[in-house]
C-alpha cells in the first residue's frame, strides 16, 4: 500500500521568506503522480502543484516549485516570497497512475508572520 | 463557473440517525470522489464514480457507508447508524474524467457531528 508522510506538524515562515515543506512516500508503482493541495480555514481544498513521475524537471507554478527526488521518494515544496494569503493547511498527496484516488499525508500547518 | 457544492455545510445528528450528504459535480465532470477528513484518521479516501463504470467503493470502512450518484451527476453519501467515531468533514471532489492527471476540483465539505 501507498503511504505519504508529512514530518513537520507545524512551520512558520516570515512574509517575503521562503519555506520548503517536506514529504516522502513509499510506492512500487513506477506510474504515479504527486500534489500538493492548500487547505485554507474555508475547508476548500486547492491544487497547488502537481508533479508526474515520469518527468525529471521539477514542476513550478509561479512562487511554488517542488523538489522531487524519485530516487529518495521525496517530494518537498518551496514557498517563495511568501504572503500573508500562504497560510494554510498543506497536503501532500499520491495518485498512481492507473486510478484517481488519492492518498493524503498528515497535513504541515503554515503560519506565515509579519 | 460554478464549483463544487456540498449540503448540508453541517450536520448534527444523534448516534443511531442514518444521514444523507449531498454533493453537486462541476457540470460536465464525468469522475466524482468522496473522501473524509477526521482527526484520527486524517485524509482518506471513501468511493470514487466514473461515467457509468461500477464505483471503486474500496474505501468505505463499513457497510453502514454507501453512496450512489444519480444520472451521472448528483451523488449522495448515505451513513446509516451514525456512531460518533462518524465524525468528521466529508468531502466531495470532481475531475473531468477519471485520469489522474486531470485535476480534483474539492467542494467546501460537510461537517458532520454525531452526538
Known amino acids: 500500500a501507498q503511504t505519504v508522510t508529512q514530518s513537520q506538524p507545524e512551520m512558520s515562515v516570515q512574509e517575503a521568506e521562503t519555506v520548503t515543506l517536506s514529504c516522502t512516500y513509499d510506492?512500487?508503482?513506477?506510474?504515479?503522480?504527486l500534489f500538493w493541495y492548500k487547505q485554507p480555514p474555508s475547508r476548500q481544498m486547492i491544487l497547488v502543484i502537481r508533479?508526474?513521475?515520469?518527468?525529471?524537471q521539477n514542476a513550478t507554478e509561479n512562487r511554488f516549485s517542488v523538489n522531487f527526488q524519485k530516487a529518495a521518494k521525496s517530494f518537498s515544496l518551496k514557498i517563495s516570497d511568501s504572503q500573508l494569503g500562504d497560510a494554510a493547511m498543506y497536503f501532500c498527496?499520491?495518485?498512481?497512475?492507473?486510478?484517481?484516488?488519492?492518498?493524503f499525508g498528515t497535513g504541515t500547518r503554515l503560519q506565515v508572520t509579519l | 463557473g460554478a464549483g463544487v457544492s456540498q449540503s448540508p455545510s453541517n450536520k448534527v445528528t444523534e448516534k443511531g440517525k442514518d444521514v444523507e450528504l449531498r454533493c453537486d459535480p462541476i457540470?460536465?465532470?464525468?469522475?466524482l470522489y468522496w473522501y473524509r477528513q477526521s482527526l484520527g484518521q486524517g485524509l482518506e479516501f471513501l468511493i470514487y464514480?466514473?461515467?457509468?463504470?461500477?464505483?471503486?467503493k474500496s474505501g468505505l470502512p463499513s457497510d453502514r457507508f454507501s453512496a450512489e450518484r444519480t444520472g451521472g451527476s448528483v451523488s449522495t453519501l448515505t451513513i446509516q447508524r451514525t456512531q460518533q467515531e462518524d465524525s468528521a468533514v466529508y468531502l466531495c471532489?470532481?475531475?473531468?474524467?477519471?485520469?489522474?492527471?486531470?485535476?480534483?476540483?474539492f467542494g467546501p465539505g460537510t461537517r458532520l457531528t454525531v452526538t
Open positions: 457540470s460536465g465532470h464525468t469522475a
Open positions: 464514480f466514473q461515467g457509468n463504470s461500477a464505483p471503486d
Open positions: 498527496a499520491y495518485s498512481p497512475g492507473t486510478a484517481s484516488k488519492l492518498t
Open positions: 471532489a470532481s475531475s473531468l474524467n477519471g485520469a489522474p492527471s486531470y485535476e480534483q476540483y
Open positions: 510506492t512500487s508503482e513506477s506510474d504515479y503522480y
Open positions: 508533479q508526474e513521475a515520469y518527468k525529471q
